[in-house]
């Protein structure tokens, strides 16, 4: 019979730990706004994710992998590991997670604002405006708040600020004239 010390999966303690870190990083970096105090939390919650969670399965592994590349500064890992995390949501909500209490309804509705957000910071408009029509239908769907408004606001104006220069006379840019 395997005991614990014998068994390849963490002990429980270690998932403590990583939620702990996951939050201390969530805290620092987006709460209290200390980019710099929150690295050293982010490399060892990295770490242990690396080490118990290698192909990030599990939903705070991919938590925990956005989070700390969107404090890196990585856009592209940012929202790799966001959208996984959400398709997971997703699978999740289809079976039931929210109403029997695992998950709560605006927090996947805050995880999509977040993607939309990294979507607007890539200039992936189109997709920004995707999840947050998505997050606006699953909120009025549950009766909640939709918080996304403003990223919204800021993906139309990014949008009005890319358009083409108006054509004039000879097809001459307006602007070049």
Known sequence: MATRADSTEPAPTVWRDITELY????DLYYGRGQRA??????????RLLH??????NTLL???GRWLVAELDGDLEDTIRYRERELNALRQHIASG????G?????????????????YLDAKRYD???TCL???????????????GKAIRADVKRAMRRRKPAAVGDGGTPASAR
């Open 23 to 26: 939050h201390q990083v969530l």
């Open 37 to 46: 105090k929150a690295f050293p939390l982010a490399l060892r919650l990295l």
């Open 51 to 56: 080490k118990h969670d290698p192909d990030a």
């Open 61 to 63: 592994g991919m938590s």
């Open 97 to 100: 997670l929210i109403e029997n």
């Open 102 to 118: 695992g998950l709560v309804a605006d927090e996947f509705a805050d995880r999509l604002d977040l993607l939309a957000s990294s």
């Open 127 to 129: 997709d920004a405006l």
């Open 133 to 147: 029509i998505e997050s606006e239908r699953f909120c009025a769907d549950r009766g909640i708040a939709f918080d």
